[in-house]
């Protein structure tokens, strides 16, 4: 568990500059966040994720426990890895697949995050956090996926939270470092974020199938 803990965090980093720079950078920027708030905002992020991994942990312990009733063990592992391994390479450029466009579900989340703005504390970005770690993110739905493939609650949480302290470096240098970061190292740092990824599903999915190949 915890080389697959490492390998998250490793993806958070790596993918931070390379999409999260992209993806929530132009929020901490065009609200010109100090240390305290940027803090805030990102453990507002990290709560979600953690919260979302450990639905995604537990749901694969139900899978996992219904096939070893039918006889067919860790097969959350072996999908979530073979998933992963094509997730993680079209991240980083490698493997070309039609575009999917994730829509956000109107359930009034953009309205509560405007609604949370109009407040003056800077403990609102907390709570503005958590709404937009529920955002479409390409990068943050693999990882779920390796989440899912712990097969646990805590496991799957802790991959989440793994992930996105990983993702922290990004969020606090933003400020400073985001033009630099996005034009110059942006597309190595993702696709070195996909290739952890990668790492990661082939971690799954050897973790899958060692029941029934003998190394």
């Keep these: 568990m915890d080389g697959i803990l490492f390998i998250a965090f490793t993806a958070g980093l790596l993918g931070g500059f390379g999409h999260c720079v992209g993806m929530c950078g132009p929020i901490v920027v065009s609200w010109n966040l100090p240390l305290k708030p940027n803090l805030l905002y990102s453990a507002g992020r990290i709560t979600t994720y953690a919260f979302v991994g450990g639905l995604m942990g537990l749901t694969g312990s139900f899978v996992n426990t219904a096939g070893q009733l039918g006889g067919i063990q860790n097969l959350v592992a072996v999908l979530a890895g073979i998933l992963m391994i094509g997730a993680g390479l079209h991240l980083a450029g490698l493997l070309p697949l039609p575009a999917v466009r994730l829509n956000v579900p109107d359930l009034g989340l953009l309205r509560a ?6 407040t003056e504390s800077d403990w609102k970005f907390y709570p503005l956090g958590v709404l937009l770690g529920f955002l479409p993110c390409g990068l943050s739905y693999t990882v779920f ?3 899912a493939g712990t ?5 799957g949480m802790a991959t989440m939270v793994s992930f996105g302290i990983g993702t922290l470096p990004a969020m606090l240098l933003v400020g400073s470092l985001a033009s630099f970061a996005r ?8 696709k070195a974020g996909g290739l952890a990824i990668v790492l990661m599903g082939a971690v799954f999915l050897v973790r899958g199938i060692r029941l029934y190949v003998h190394l």
């Design 145 to 147: 996926l390796s989440a």
């Design 113 to 118: 995050a405007r609604a949370v703005m109009e």
């Design 183 to 190: 034009e110059r190292a942006g597309a190595r740092l993702r």
């Design 151 to 155: 097969g646990g609650l805590l496991p």
